[in-house]
């Protein structure tokens, strides 16, 4: 079993930053693949980012270059730096983490990117 909670979302004018937050608990979470995913208002669900349990990583399209996961598996977290944001990075992000197949969910943070 694991349990996520995120943090670090707001508002932020165009090209800001933002650091999000996913404090894991359970003893699984080494062995996990976390992830960030993002749903705007009216759309579903995309990927974001993800890191596995050996530090590999993967970006969507529309973030690459902008925005990089890690993780530090000592204090069960991983974090999204998000830099240049653009207007439409508005959405909630969820933390995903991944083992044997099972996907586990945080409640969301909401982050508003605007002027």
């Known amino acids: 079993q694991v349990q996520l909670v995120e943090s670090g979302g707001g508002l932020v004018q165009p090209g800001g930053s933002l650091r999000l937050s996913c404090a894991a608990s359970g003893s699984i979470y080494s062995r996990a693949a976390m992830g960030w995913y993002r749903q705007a208002p009216g759309k579903q669900r995309e990927l974001v980012a993800t890191?596995?349990?050996?530090?590999?990583?993967n970006y969507a399209d529309s973030v690459k270059g902008r925005f990089t996961i890690s993780r530090d598996n000592a204090k069960n977290t991983v974090w999204l730096q998000m830099n240049s944001l653009k207007p439409e990075d508005t959405a909630v992000y969820y933390c995903?983490?991944?083992?044997?197949?099972?996907?586990?969910w945080g409640q969301g943070t909401q982050v508003t990117v605007s002027s």
């Open positions: 890191i596995n349990s050996g530090g590999v990583t």
């Open positions: 995903n983490a991944r083992y044997l197949l099972l996907d586990y």
